[in-house]
């Protein structure tokens, strides 16, 4: 650690803990300096997200001591590194180009994305002009960041109308599979076969079962209704692929970030193209945000200070994310990926041990579901809990609004009483309906849960693990934590290795030893 960023770190330490009530009974400006929206252009005007970090225990000497550690880890070289197609991912010897697939970042990231982009978006077209016959539904098959992404932004987009009846397989559990084969009717099916590597295990053992299943109910030539995602072009061909319909992906565009390339292709499918590009506008919002704002006035930022003073300075091991909307159901999981696959490293990109705790654990659900099962602890449990809330100001539903106004109501309600605290008993002197209070939460309010918010909205996470890399002064973009297991299994199915004792007796009672 340098010296200045590690004076950075006993600065901090050193500052005083006000709870939440002291610091806005002093501040009455509290709400609009640590509130603000971003916005895009939509035809009636503009549309945006409000991110409201108040209700964390942000004051002016965290921010300013947080601003002096960022400049310490040189977070704005490091963010021009990032959206200047510079190698970024260290260990890999890569960049990390995402965002150019929404069109910001270098010149030739950004044409190639756009090529690539416009290619999925004609065979997306073709198929729904009848090119591959009737398509009603598309069984995507893929794992971690090659399912997570396409699963929540199908889910969350194709509440009112699908095009195409999507269902994600990530398990090499053939339960999942065959729930799929149960609701398709083969001759009627694509198969999405979506790997970065082309490689993966589960997938592909799960892509030529899909491929049997197709042949065992009569469909001729089953590989002609294969589309392939992937970065790996060639072996997609070398699998049996026609050229044609293989999407291929930058190499650059990591796994976890890639529902902006042909992963994406299932919600292109889905909802149409025209419905598919908001997404990447409201996503490329979030981006010239975050390129071009400096300082705690740039809310990806902001909200990684906040996410570093409570694992590294309060001790707290998780962090929750509820939406307070039923369609972001699949939001935390893909949160959970981003986040610990991304930062959840013990080393810094240099290969030296970690100073503190990275990410903290993420999990979450939706409200009011959650409040009725997990928010007890939040309330009244030993552990300090960060929240964030995310709610949209426009119902997704066309009942009462009585629904909507007691869901938006429940989730203003939660982050008032985990702040404010209390007692519910009359006299005030029952432990047991004593609340402590001070407890932090952050809100995301969208004016609508759209595509483009959608985008948006995974974007601001995208881009907030970076800048809690940068100030962590680890390498988000590689994934080596997942290899040794991967290998192990490898081992285990080719009959190589020596395992321990309680490995080798699982085997044997499963079958599965030599
Ligand atoms: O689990 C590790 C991982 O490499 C993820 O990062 C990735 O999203 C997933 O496996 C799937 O990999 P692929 O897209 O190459 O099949």
Redesign the pocket.
């Known amino acids: 650690m340098s010296d200045n960023i590690s004076s950075a770190w006993t600065h901090l330490q050193s500052l005083p803990q006000r709870t939440l009530a002291e610091l806005f009974e002093g501040d009455d400006a509290r709400v609009d300096t640590l509130s603000a929206r971003i916005e895009w252009d939509v035809e009636e005007g503009q549309a945006g997200i409000l991110f409201d970090w108040s209700k964390t225990h942000l004051d002016a000497d965290l921010i300013a001591g947080f601003e002096k550690l960022a400049k310490a880890c040189d977070f704005a070289g490091k963010r021009t590194k990032l959206f200047g197609g510079e190698i970024v991912n260290v260990t890999e010897g890569r960049a990390a180009t995402h965002s150019a697939m929404r069109g910001v970042g270098d010149d030739a990231d950004v044409e190639e994305g756009q090529a690539l982009l416009a290619r999925m978006g004609m065979l997306v077209e073709a198929i729904h002009g009848g090119a591959l016959g009737e398509v009603e539904h598309l069984i995507h098959i ?5 399912a997570l992404g396409p699963a929540l932004a199908v889910d969350a987009l194709t509440r009112d109308l699908a095009l195409v009846d999507v269902h994600v397989v990530s398990n090499i559990d053939g339960v999942a599979l065959e729930a799929a084969f149960e609701a398709c009717d083969p001759a009627k099916t694509l198969i999405a076969v ?7 295990i589960e ?1 592909m053992t799960n892509a030529a079962s899909a491929l049997k299943w197709l042949s065992d109910n009569g469909v001729p030539d089953p590989t002609g209704r294969v589309v392939a995602l992937t970065a790996s072009p060639e072996r997609a061909v070398e699998w049996g692929v026609d050229e044609t319909r293989v999407l291929p992906f930058p190499e650059s565009v ?3 970030y890639s529902l902006w390339s042909s992963i994406g292709f299932p919600v292109a499918l889905a909802v149409g193209m025209e419905d598919f590009t908001p997404m990447l506008a409201g996503a490329q919002a979030v981006d010239l945000h975050f390129r071009d704002t400096d300082g705690a006035e740039n809310l990806c930022l902001r909200a990684a200070f906040a996410d570093q003073y409570y694992t590294r300075l309060r001790g707290c091991q998780t962090r929750a994310c509820f939406a307070y909307d039923e369609r972001l159901g699949l939001l935390p999981n893909y949160l959970q ?1 981003l986040e610990m ?1 991304s930062n959840g490293k013990r080393v810094k990109a240099d290969g030296s041990p970690v100073d503190g705790p990275t990410a903290p654990i993420t999990w979450g659900g939706v409200g009011t579901d959650a409040q009725h099962a997990v928010f007890q602890l939040l309330h009244q449990g030993t552990h300090l809990v960060p929240v964030d809330f995310i709610v949209s100001i426009a119902p997704g539903d066309a009942l009462d609004p009585a629904h909507h106004a007691i869901l938006l109501t429940n989730c203003f309600a939660q982050g008032a009483a985990l702040m404010a605290g209390g007692n519910m008993a009359a006299d005030g002197k029952d432990p047991a309906r004593a609340f402590p209070g001070d407890r932090p939460s952050a809100t995301m309010l969208c004016d609508d849960l759209d595509a483009a918010t959608l985008g948006a909205l995974i974007a601001f996470h995208e881009h907030r693990v970076f800048a809690n890399a940068v100030l962590m002064e680890i390498n988000p973009f590689d ?1 080596f934590g ?1 290899e040794l297991g991967k290998k192990m299994a490898n081992e285990i199915g080719s009959g190589d290795g020596d395992f321990d004792a309680s490995t080798k007796a699982l085997l044997e009672r499963a079958g599965l030893a030599d």
Do not use: L, M
Not at 142 to 146: A, C, D, K, L, V
Not at 194 to 200: E, L, Q
């Open positions: 893929g794992i971690g960041g090659s979506a790997s970065k590597t082309f490689t993966t997938t990591g796994g976890r990926q696959e994934q997942v």
